[in-house]
């Protein structure tokens, strides 16, 4: 209530807000995705959006880990990779994503509930929809921006899941090279903008 702060920022919120205004800039990120790929969809047709909202998908995840990696100082390996999921954009909010990203001390397990709002979308101009028709590929590129040496496996979902993938680190598996699609999104001022400490 009152005049707005032109100082404002977003720690001056409580938890509780803070939480809210988060889950709402996820929200936009879908939306803003979908937005694009139904004006592709105007020009050219929904195969070639979707084509390239999973490539986009694949660049911003690696790139977006990268940034949270290091901002949040997240350890290389498997606990500093389940924290990373635990708050990648890509896989929130979860009353619309439906996400779930467990820890059990060796590996990291990510699913995609049955009945995810973003299922119900009737296309597949998501960031998760290519994850959700059980193709690895973006949570791959998400946990390689994380640690390269990241490989993930298809796992056997439960009953109320749409689809589970099992994320590893070797520590002796050879680096994964970045992808073009992260290289591309790295052209980007906005990609290596340094994210400080308030």
Known sequence: SGPHDPDFELEDLSQRALVVALQEFAV????LLRGFCLAVTHRSDGATAAAMAGRMAIGLGWTTSERLTRAFEFAPGTEGLAAMLQIHPMLWPRTY????VSFDGHAVRVAIGTDAPFLAEGDDFCWLATTAAGD???LAAIAQGHDPRARVSVAQPEATERCAFV?????DATATREPDEASLT????GATFPLRRR
């Open 97 to 100: 994503t439906h996400a779930s």
């Open 28 to 31: 936009q990120s879908h939306l």
């Open 186 to 189: 790295k052209i980007s001022t």
């Open 136 to 138: 690895p590929a973006t």
């Open 167 to 171: 994320v590893t680190i070797d520590p």
